[in-house]
């Protein structure tokens, strides 16, 4: 286990005897402030399909938070730049580094976000398209094999609520468990975790 940030030694302190995290509403409600803005790998290959199955997941109805569009600057190509520009009739506030790559600048906000509900929502960039699933982990299973696992930024109760599900997915199959840093261990023949909760 990697070594522990001050929110998640708060979360282990807070949870480490409790049994069974993923179907405990509380610990969740926890989750959405104490691991604001950390990212989570979730034991899937990042794969279109799996992908996919992860943002349907992610029930955000138009309008209640808008934390998906509160960062500094968003990746765009080319191609969905010009889409901006033609199709929202208005200038489009971006900036472009040293190597040539396009982000629209959200400084002072998305500009395209009124009332928390995306006005260019049905041709929004790529990145937007993927939130809140972000560039995947690099891993090596236990073949040695090279592999990428799919990564989700936990900026709003939405997100972390996809997180859940899935973790309710795979802790079901009781062959592992969660732990309170939102990383998964396998789980004792004799039912007890690795912390030793009963």
């Not at 599900?165 to 802790?171: E, L, P």
Request: aromatic letters at 8%; a negative charge; proline letters at 5%.
């Amino acid at each position: 286990m990697a070594d522990l940030d001050l929110s998640e030694m708060k979360m282990f302190a807070k949870w480490h005897a409790t049994r069974d995290l993923v179907n405990n509403r509380e610990f969740w409600n926890d989750c959405v402030s104490a691991y604001l803005d950390k990212c989570v790998t979730l034991p899937m290959y990042d794969e279109p399909a799996e992908r996919e199955a992860v943002l349907k997941l992610v029930r955000c109805p138009p309008g209640q938070c808008g934390a998906c569009c509160a960062y500094e600057k968003v990746a765009v190509t080319l191609a969905e730049y010009d889409t901006l520009v033609k199709n929202t009739n208005q200038e489009v506030s971006s900036f472009s580094d040293n190597n040539g790559n396009i982000f629209l600048d959200c400084n002072n906000g998305c500009q395209f976000l009124k009332s928390n509900i995306c006005t260019v929502y049905s041709f929004r960039p790529s990145v937007c398209r993927a939130f809140p699933i972000v560039e995947p982990k690099e891993a090596v299973n236990q073949d040695g094999a090279r592999l990428k696992q799919i990564q989700v930024r936990l900026k709003c109760a939405a997100a972390v609520e996809a997180v859940r599900a899935v973790f309710i997915k795979v802790c079901s199959t009781g062959k592992v468990m969660l732990l309170p840093d939102l990383s998964l261990i396998p789980e004792y023949e004799n039912g007890k975790g690795a912390l030793g909760a009963i």
